[in-house]
């Protein structure tokens, strides 16, 4: 596991992807979402990175979260917080 680096998720942009937010407790977990990244940069206090899906809305992954990337799928980490963030994507919308 690495921590998140910028040029590692603008493979996203502009592409079909599936969002997933789960807790390490693995209790009642909100439906995947199909989005698509408009853009990825990082908050202004550089403590999270922002994926956009439009000019207001955005998923904040904090910086210091590890990673772990295979084929398609990027996963980060929160120890702080318990959460995993995964972004894949898909094929057809």
Do not use: N
């Not at 992807?17 to 390490?24: H, R, S």
């Not at 979402?33 to 955005?58: A, E, L, S």
């Amino acid at each position: 596991m690495e921590l998140i680096k910028l040029e590692d998720v603008r493979q996203f942009v502009g592409v079909p992807i599936e969002v997933a937010i789960q807790d390490a407790e693995g209790g009642d977990q909100a439906p995947a979402v199909k989005k698509v990244v408009k853009k990825v940069q990082f908050c202004p206090d550089g403590t999270h990175i922002r994926f956009y899906f439009d000019d207001f809305y955005f998923l904040a992954v904090p910086i210091s979260s590890q990673v772990k990337e295979s084929e398609g799928q990027w996963r980060a980490f929160d120890s702080e917080s318990g959460l995993t963030y995964t972004i894949k994507k898909v094929q057809v919308f």
